[in-house]
């Protein structure tokens, strides 16, 4: 090509020209694209929108660790203990309670841990409002165990139908916490 | 030192002149000349061979050679035109002159002009016309032999050129100058040192032209080889034809100065310059002086070669262009380079000012968001110094060393992606924590059986307070994972008495119970049951009386 073939200073500065404005304009399209995204975090509304949602974040954080720290079941504890804790609770003091536990798969990679709760001695029987408490406290203290489960009856086997029986049960119940598989 | 090649190319033979210098002061440093083969399978192959071996010999510079072109290829006319401007002419003239060249088509030829005389606005024109062909074939023939000209004349203006630096051509007198060829010769009339007529004899010193051909045609057959023909006499035709036909130029000539001479150069042709014509002065053309150097062999030989290399050197008076079509690519190049090289310079001065300018507000841009990513992170932890509490109040030691590590100013990580970062190490915390508070959104947790069973309890309350006095005896409230289109639920099956006046203030009761319930939006489905009198007929008993409720409902509710 004669371009090349007669190549002198002119054509040599507007070949490196060329090229370098070939270069330089590569380069400003990439810091263009980085300076666009910039330019959209560094919107005032967008970086505020930012910066709140980091504290609404951090705020979420810290309320979640206080939610934690008064969690009942912690993470490290096992639900057999929780349970015996929360029975020997005051207004509760229903005494031994017997535990089986099982375990169910729920879906893949969520398994429900069952435990089933009755008295260790199956001819006690207990007022209404011990065993409510227990329910309760069972479920307020950890966000993570939920009653699936209840069986009350009365105590007196022999209570006719037009007899009004004195507040005494006996209970059966079963508690779940579903969790992912370990 | 430059370096220049001028080559004559002949219609039987070819001279080259190597030139070493510059355009005023310049010496012949190598001169070859040979006979170009007309017969045989490939001519133009042996010629090309020939003219390069000669170009080898005398080292040429084969990038910077000129040609000059037999001048029996060209038919001269002189042309008057109504504009002075030499682009305007260049524009039109080839259609101006079409009728004066009716031998030729006009679309298969090289107009070239030289502008005689320019007065106002009209101008006299020496125009040249060469068929492309012919001017093709001589450049391919030279491209073969490996230097291709740069540009190509006709003898004549080589011929003048030749004269012209050897300062032969003196303002106050006029001049014949006339190179023989193999079979035209060129006459150029030249008045006070300036060009004036040209004109083409088709006769040589080997006699009258058979074709037009000035070099071999690749795969021509050789042309018929003419008859034998005595030397001396034949030597004796060309000598009186170019005599008379001399005579009659030199008779026609119209120069405002006197004729000093007649410059003869070119092939030998005795008797040629042994009387003057016309009692004008004949000599030959001495183009070389001692300065410049001679060629080696006859000097009147190289004379239109010398002016050939002299125009290349940049000496010409007349540059003659019959690569003019071919090269206005390259000759545009020339003349673009200028005003490209400033176009070329100014874009990249532009294209470096916009990225400055894009670097400028990249880092205004970052220091605005470093502003943010710092005070976001003051705000963020707790400081026990400053007495600060933290939107983090429980800061991970995770989170505190990534936080720790954006102030040091060695990181690069862009502010707004340490903002982005810090919201994701939040973020995931934040998932973990709820996971292990049994808060992941993920996972759908069971519903509550004593939240159902509270709801259908609470139901009945309300009923209590209307008077009605319900007993529970036995109840059963299980959690009931869904299938199908039905939901996750709770399933409450209660044994119940409920004691009034009589049963059927009872069953009244109850059946208010079984609406109140049916009027909750957690109520699904309800399991009726037989009831039955009590004994001594104050109420009635319902055994395995079941409902159904739906704890999401209640949440919703509630919230």
């Known amino acids: ?182 | 030192m430059a370096r220049t090649c001028g080559i004559r190319i002949g219609t039987k033979r070819f001279e080259l002149v190597v030139l070493e210098g510059g355009p005023k002061k310049h010496k012949v440093v190598a001169s070859a000349s040979g006979e170009l083969p007309r017969e045989g399978d490939d001519p133009m192959g042996a010629a090309a061979k020939i003219i390069a071996d000669a170009l080898k010999a005398t080292k040429a510079p084969v990038d910077d050679v000129m040609v000059a072109l037999d001048t029996g290829l060209g038919a001269f006319r002189t042309h008057k035109v109504q504009l002075s401007d030499r682009a305007k002419i260049e524009e039109t003239l080839k259609f101006d002159v079409e009728g004066e060249f009716p031998h030729l088509t006009i679309d298969d030829a090289i107009v070239d002009f030289e502008m005689l005389d320019s007065a106002g606005e009209s101008s006299l024109l020496l125009v040249t016309a060469v068929k492309k062909d012919d001017i093709k074939r001589n450049i391919d023939l030279l491209a073969k032999a490996g230097a291709e000209p740069m540009e190509a004349e006709l003898e004549a203006t080589a011929m003048y050129n030749a004269a012209h630096a050897a300062g032969l051509l003196v303002a106050d007198k006029a001049q014949v100058l006339v190179h023989v060829g193999e079979h035209a010769t060129c006459v150029v009339v030249v008045d006070g040192g300036k060009l004036r007529e040209v004109r083409a004899i088709p006769f040589g010193a080997h006699g009258a032209a058979s074709s037009s051909t000035a070099a071999p045609v690749e795969g021509e057959a050789a042309a018929a080889a003419p008859a034998p023909v005595d030397e001396t006499k034949r030597a004796q035709q060309a000598a009186q034809r170019i005599r008379r036909e001399l005579a009659r130029t030199v008779a026609g000539a119209r120069t405002a100065n006197a004729v000093e001479a007649v410059l003869i150069c070119g092939l030998e042709v005795p008797g040629l310059l042994d009387e003057p014509i016309l009692d004008f002065d004949t000599r030959r053309l001495e183009a070389f002086t001692d300065e410049t150097g001679r060629p080696d062999g006859s000097a009147g030989e190289f004379v239109v070669a010398y002016g050939a290399a002299v125009r290349q050197m940049g000496g010409a008076a007349i540059t003659a262009s019959l690569r003019r079509e071919e090269l206005r690519y390259s000759g545009t190049w020339e003349r673009l380079e200028l005003p490209l090289m400033v176009l070329a310079l100014l874009l990249l001065l532009g294209t470096g000012v916009w990225y400055r300018f894009l670097g400028r507000e990249q880092e205004q841009l970052s220091g605005e968001l470093a502003f943010w990513r710092d005070s976001a992170r003051n705000f963020l932890v707790p400081e026990a110094k400053s007495g600060r509490a933290g939107y983090v109040a429980y800061p991970s030691p995770d989170f505190v060393k990534l936080l720790d590590g954006f102030k040091n100013p060695e990181n690069e990580t862009p502010p707004a992606d340490q903002l982005a970062s810090m919201q994701r190490m939040l973020q995931a915390e934040v998932l973990k924590l709820e996971k292990d508070l049994g808060q992941d959104a993920e996972i759908q947790q069971p519903q509550s059986a004593l939240t159902g069973l509270s709801a259908v309890l609470g139901v009945m309350d309300s009923e209590i307070a209307k008077g009605t006095r319900p007993s529970v005896r036995k109840l059963t409230s299980t959690y009931t994972v869904g299938r199908g289109a039905k939901g996750d639920h709770v399933h409450i099956v209660m044994d119940l008495t409920f004691f009034a006046e009589d049963s059927v203030t009872a069953s009244q009761q109850f059946e208010s119970f079984k609406r109140a319930l049916r009027s909750e939006a957690w109520f699904r489905e309800m399991e009726d049951k037989q009831s039955k009198s009590i004994e001594g007929g104050k109420g009635i008993s319902i055994q395995g009386f079941a409902v159904d409720v739906d704890c999401s409902k209640i949440q919703t509710v509630k919230s």
């Open chain 1, 1 to 182: 090509m004669s371009f090349f073939k007669d190549m002198n200073l002119a054509r040599g500065v507007i070949l490196g020209s060329v090229a370098g404005s070939l270069v330089l304009a590569w380069m400003c399209w990439q810091k263009s694209d980085e300076v666009a995204v910039l330019r959209t975090k560094a919107d005032k509304q967008e970086i505020e929108k930012t910066v709140r949602t980091l504290m609404q974040t951090g705020h979420k954080h810290t309320q979640l660790k206080k939610a934690g720290q008064s969690e009942g079941l912690g993470a490290q504890d096992d639900l057999e203990s929780y349970v015996r804790r929360q029975a020997a609770f005051r207004n509760v003091e229903i005494g031994d309670v017997n535990l089986v536990p099982g375990n169910e798969q729920r879906t893949k990679g969520i398994v429900d841990k069952v435990y089933r709760i009755k008295s260790s001695d199956k001819d006690r029987s207990f007022d209404r409002m011990r065993l409510t408490n227990f329910f309760y406290k069972l479920e307020a203290d950890s966000g993570r165990v939920k009653i699936t489960e209840i069986k009350m009856e009365a105590a007196d086997k022999r209570l006719k139908d037009h007899e009004t029986p004195n507040d005494q049960w006996t209970f059966e119940a079963e508690i779940t916490s579903r969790q992912r598989a370990q």
